[in-house]
């Protein structure tokens, strides 16, 4: 029999499903109509929705507060300042940074990852020593460390992968080293959507004395994640995967490694004095954020954040899982379709094939029927080569979507089938 209390948080719980799975018309772009038919936007691996709150913050900031940040003495640059810094300070509280000077702003998680590549790894990467990544990475966190490596006489070690999508834990473990000097890691698979224990091979690594960074773009939009408590020395993530404006992320840093880390561009605000002698580099996170920064865009983000946080991620999550579920016994029941990464534990991607049908083509078909998806190599290449596959087709679901769109997919599926099988 179950207690009276734990009713009321099954009922708590399921009044934030439902409050979650309600949000669908906050997202003004997905009320419009592709080629005469209802848009079913499933690609939000590669970018998700903005909610109107989203929208008004950012056309408020270039209506009314529109200033330069920092230094400015009048009203607008105070306003402006204090908002984009207020942005920040709600990023920290996101991720439960232990500082707000751990919260870098970038363009994005490819520039966050550069950024460590740079001025972590060109210091203390030398030749012979060894930069650890997964075959589950994005290009973004693949190419920087080729390039490091590249320029050091390093190497650069790959753990692989099981034909589920799930990376092999003894491999990784036997790659560790005393000249690993950094691993670098997905959160979860853009491709597959598979969804790394990244606490434990953080746990892992450290044990060798060797930090960690996270590529979490995947992830912030689907799950909690509590940098403190993974104990991550970096973790990079994207505004624009998760509801907010494009060029606009976050590196977080523990602030013992950032502090002493060089500066990755030199410019304005990332100073305190200058002289043709000598510059004095300004304090964290200042001394990673030269030049005029997207301010709009960094109140974008903090507005994304906001609306997020009171969404509730554990409901976004389960609501994200039964959509995961319901696609994929959809999926599966379809003859000639393949499921290409079937990790026990996924986020909200389904990656999938056609016996006889080229990816482009399904794209192609299910666009005229109003269905947004992804079709390619999704930025992991060497990705696709384990799998001996060119490319894949990928519907990535995010809360506001519904049943009812998976629906249409299978529809639009069969319809490929009925053209082109």
């Known amino acids: 029999m179950m207690h009276q209390t734990d009713q009321a948080v099954v009922q708590t719980d399921f009044e934030k499903i439902l409050a979650v799975a ?13 080629n005469g038919k209802p848009l079913v936007y499933l690609d939000n691996a590669a970018t998700s929705q903005k909610p109107q709150v989203v929208i008004d913050a950012i056309l408020k900031f270039y209506q009314e507060e ?26 920290r509280e996101f991720i439960n940074a232990a500082e707000s000077k751990e919260i870098v702003y970038v363009r994005g998680t490819t520039e966050g990852i550069n950024l460590v590549a740079y001025s972590y790894g060109r210091p203390n990467v030398g030749a012979g020593d060894e930069v650890v990544i997964s075959a589950l990475e994005h290009h973004s966190n693949i190419v920087p460390w080729q390039i490091l490596c590249s320029e050091k006489g390093a190497r650069l070690r ?6 589920a999508g799930e990376l092999l834990l003894d491999e990784y473990e036997r790659l560790l080293n005393r ?6 890691l997905t959160h979860v698979s853009n491709a597959l959507g598979t969804i790394n224990p990244v606490r434990e091979m953080i746990a892992t690594a450290h044990s060798h004395g060797i930090p960690v960074l996270i590529d979490g773009a995947q992830a912030v939009p689907h799950m909690k994640v509590d940098v403190q408590d993974l104990d991550c020395d970096f973790y990079a993530f ?6 907010g404006p494009t060029g606009v992320g976050i590196l977080y840093g523990k602030s013992r490694m950032l502090e002493a880390m060089p500066p990755y561009q030199g410019g304005g605000d990332m100073i305190k004095s200058v002289t043709y002698e000598k510059t004095t580099y300004n304090d964290l996170p200042h001394k990673f954020e030269a030049g005029t920064p997207n301010i709009a ?20 999550a389960a609501v994200e899982h039964e959509l995961l579920e319901y696609a994929t016994s959809a999926l599966l029941s379809i003859p000639k379709v393949r499921i290409i990464g079937t990790a026990r534990h996924k986020a909200a991607v389904i990656s ?33 080569q384990r799998f001996g596959l060119p490319a894949t087709a990928r519907a990535s679901f995010a809360f506001y979507n519904t049943k009812e769109e998976v629906d249409s997919l299978v529809r639009g599926i069969h319809k490929v089938i009925e053209v082109l099988g």
């Open 297 to 316: 865009g960094s109140i974008g983000l903090g507005a994304a954040i906001e609306y997020i946080m009171k969404l509730d991620m554990d409901a976004v």
């Open 352 to 384: 999938f094939t056609i016996d006889g049908i080229h990816p482009h083509d399904i794209g192609t078909i299910l666009d005229q029927e109003g269905i947004a998806i992804r079709t390619g190599h999704h930025c992991a290449q060497p990705l696709m």
């Open 66 to 91: 529109n200033s330069n940040i920092h230094r400015g003495v009048h009203a607008l640059s105070e306003r402006a300042t204090q908002l984009y810094e207020s942005a920040r300070d709600r990023a």
């Open 158 to 163: 790959v753990i692989p992968v099981n034909d």
């Open 179 to 184: 000249r690993t000097k950094i691993v670098a």
């Open 22 to 34: 309600g949000c669908r018309h906050h997202f003004p772009l997905l009320r419009q109509r592709v």
């Open 238 to 243: 994207s505004a624009h995967k998760m509801f």
